[in-house]
Antibody
């Protein structure tokens, strides 16, 4: 059973950098897109961006200038860095896996495995 | 790519709930549906318009055509109360768009 375990700082000051890491266990790390999603308090889901093992990334254009998603293949981990945070970045952050078939990364099968979520608060 | 859902849908127990997701030519994109209960991560319930992951009851079904994708939940019970989100993968822009979410209330 594939599991995603995520961690990172939960309280930040404005202008600091948000850093989260997601570790994959119980299954293959290759052949998937790995993604980050966030949910502000009381609001809906917002896609942040994604990466595959080749290091190819897709980012939400609204966050792209502040965003870096990286992959650490040897550790089966991927990370999110979001710079210059403001109160508007306060949210629960989730990591997730895009399901795939035959070891080929795909967007056809939905995000089937999710991390437990990390609450990040930006406050002075 | 903007996709729009109704904020809320209410249905009596045992009845059928229908949740729509409207977007320009949404039927041509990969559409997925998620269920989220309070304090939990979202759960994939429909992928690629109308397929169900293992363990998802047949009561949940999806369809899409033209500008509208639809999630249908038959025989609704109290355990189905949750927020439901549609998600689109826009392969022309390599971006994900989520609908704003629909709160399903069982009366």
């Amino acid at each position: 059973q594939v599991q995603l375990q995520q961690w990172g700082a939960g309280l930040l000051k404005p202008s600091e950098t948000l850093s989260l890491t997601c570790a994959v266990s119980g299954g293959s790390f290759s052949g998937y897109y790995w993604t980050w999603i966030r949910q502000p308090p009381g609001k809906g889901l917002e896609w942040i961006g994604e990466i595959n093992l080749s290091g190819e990334t897709n980012y939400n254009p609204s966050l792209k200038s502040r965003l870096n998603i990286s992959v650490h293949t040897s550790k089966s981990q991927f990370s999110l860095n979001l710079s210059s945070v403001t109160a508007a970045d306060t949210a629960v952050y989730y990591c997730a896996r895009w399901d795939s078939r035959a070891g080929v990364p795909s967007h056809y099968y939905g995000m089937d495995v999710w991390g437990q979520g990390t609450t990040v608060t930006v406050s002075s | 790519n903007v996709v729009t859902q109704p904020p809320s849908v209410s249905v009596a127990p045992g009845q059928t709930a229908t949740i729509t997701c409207v977007g320009n030519n949404i039927g041509t994109y990969s559409v997925h549906w998620y269920q989220q209960k309070p304090g939990q991560a979202p759960k994939l319930i429909i992928y690629y318009h109308n397929d169900r992951p293992s363990g998802i009851p047949e009561r949940f079904s999806g369809s899409s055509s033209g500008n509208t994708a639809t999630l249908t939940v038959r025989g609704v019970d109290a355990g189905d109360e949750a927020d439901y989100y549609c998600q689109v993968w826009d392969n022309s822009r390599d971006q994900v768009a989520f609908g704003g979410g629909t709160m399903l209330t069982v009366l």
